[in-house]
Protein backbone atom coordinates (compact mmCIF):
# COMPACT_ATOMS: atom_id res chain seq x y z
CA UNK A 1 0.00 0.00 0.00
CA UNK A 2 1.21 3.26 -0.97
CA UNK A 3 0.58 6.32 0.60
CA UNK A 4 -0.89 9.33 -1.80
CA UNK A 5 0.63 12.69 -0.37
CA UNK A 6 -0.41 14.41 -2.98
CA UNK A 7 -4.10 12.99 -2.68
CA UNK A 8 -4.43 14.12 0.80
CA UNK A 9 -2.98 17.42 0.78
CA UNK A 10 -5.53 17.89 -2.01
CA UNK A 11 -8.44 16.54 0.44
CA UNK A 12 -6.96 18.64 2.94
CA UNK A 13 -6.94 21.68 0.75
CA UNK A 14 -10.08 20.88 -0.47
CA UNK A 15 -11.41 21.24 3.12
CA UNK A 16 -9.72 25.02 3.88
CA UNK A 17 -11.61 25.88 0.94
CA UNK A 18 -15.15 24.82 2.71
CA UNK A 19 -13.83 26.09 5.86
CA UNK A 20 -12.89 29.48 3.96
CA UNK A 21 -16.09 29.79 2.07
CA UNK A 22 -18.40 28.65 4.83
CA UNK A 23 -17.27 32.33 7.11
CA UNK A 24 -17.53 34.04 3.69
CA UNK A 25 -21.84 32.87 3.69
CA UNK A 26 -21.61 33.19 7.30
CA UNK A 27 -20.96 36.62 7.04
CA UNK A 28 -23.46 37.29 4.30
CA UNK A 29 -26.32 35.52 6.03
CA UNK A 30 -25.34 37.55 9.04
CA UNK A 31 -26.45 36.94 12.86
CA UNK A 32 -30.21 37.27 12.35
CA UNK A 33 -30.28 35.00 8.87
CA UNK A 34 -33.61 33.54 10.82
CA UNK A 35 -35.39 37.04 10.90
CA UNK A 36 -34.64 37.57 7.03
CA UNK A 37 -35.78 34.25 6.27
CA UNK A 38 -38.82 34.34 8.34
CA UNK A 39 -39.41 38.20 6.58
CA UNK A 40 -38.61 36.31 2.76
CA UNK A 41 -40.92 33.85 3.66
CA UNK A 42 -44.30 36.25 4.89
CA UNK A 43 -43.06 38.39 1.79
CA UNK A 44 -43.89 35.48 -0.56
CA UNK A 45 -47.32 34.27 1.21
CA UNK A 46 -49.13 37.54 0.77
CA UNK A 47 -50.00 37.26 4.23
CA UNK A 48 -49.47 41.06 6.78
CA UNK A 49 -46.75 41.20 9.22
CA UNK A 50 -45.36 42.95 11.67
CA UNK A 51 -42.16 42.09 10.68
CA UNK A 52 -42.56 43.01 7.20
CA UNK A 53 -43.33 46.55 6.04
CA UNK A 54 -42.15 47.15 2.68
CA UNK A 55 -42.81 43.30 0.43
CA UNK A 56 -40.82 44.62 -2.01
CA UNK A 57 -37.59 45.75 -0.10
CA UNK A 58 -37.52 42.65 1.52
CA UNK A 59 -37.77 40.47 -1.68
CA UNK A 60 -35.09 42.78 -3.26
CA UNK A 61 -32.71 42.44 -0.46
CA UNK A 62 -33.50 38.49 -0.38
CA UNK A 63 -32.72 38.21 -4.12
CA UNK A 64 -29.57 40.41 -3.99
CA UNK A 65 -28.83 37.79 -1.19
CA UNK A 66 -29.03 34.56 -3.03
CA UNK A 67 -27.12 36.63 -5.49
CA UNK A 68 -24.01 36.95 -4.03
CA UNK A 69 -24.57 33.20 -2.33
CA UNK A 70 -24.60 31.93 -5.51
CA UNK A 71 -21.54 33.64 -6.54
CA UNK A 72 -19.76 32.01 -3.74
CA UNK A 73 -20.68 28.87 -4.15
CA UNK A 74 -19.52 29.51 -7.67
CA UNK A 75 -15.92 30.79 -6.72
CA UNK A 76 -15.96 27.61 -4.14
CA UNK A 77 -16.75 25.06 -6.28
CA UNK A 78 -13.69 26.32 -9.26
CA UNK A 79 -11.58 26.69 -6.50
CA UNK A 80 -11.72 23.11 -5.45
CA UNK A 81 -11.71 21.93 -9.27
CA UNK A 82 -8.14 23.94 -9.86
CA UNK A 83 -7.10 21.70 -6.58
CA UNK A 84 -8.20 18.39 -7.86
CA UNK A 85 -6.83 19.36 -11.31
CA UNK A 86 -3.42 20.58 -9.77
CA UNK A 87 -0.22 18.20 -10.39
CA UNK A 88 1.97 18.97 -7.33
CA UNK A 89 1.16 19.96 -3.98
CA UNK A 90 3.32 23.30 -5.11
CA UNK A 91 0.65 23.85 -7.41
CA UNK A 92 -2.08 23.09 -4.72
CA UNK A 93 -0.45 26.03 -2.44
CA UNK A 94 -0.30 28.26 -5.56
CA UNK A 95 -3.92 27.93 -5.61
CA UNK A 96 -4.78 27.74 -2.22
CA UNK A 97 -2.60 31.21 -1.76
CA UNK A 98 -3.57 33.24 -4.92
CA UNK A 99 -7.61 31.95 -4.49
CA UNK A 100 -7.81 31.97 -0.65
CA UNK A 101 -5.40 34.93 -0.03
CA UNK A 102 -3.65 32.83 2.83
Known amino acids: MTFDRLGSFKAKAETMV ?3 YADKI ?3 LGPVSIIHLIKRLTATSGT ?3 LVD ?3 AVLQKAAEQDDL ?3 L ?3 RRAI ?3 IRAAGSISDVKTILNT ?3 L
Open 18 to 20: DAA
Open 48 to 50: TSL
Open 26 to 28: SAV
Open 80 to 82: KQQ
Open 54 to 56: DKD
Open 73 to 75: DRE
Open 99 to 101: RLE
Open 69 to 71: LAT
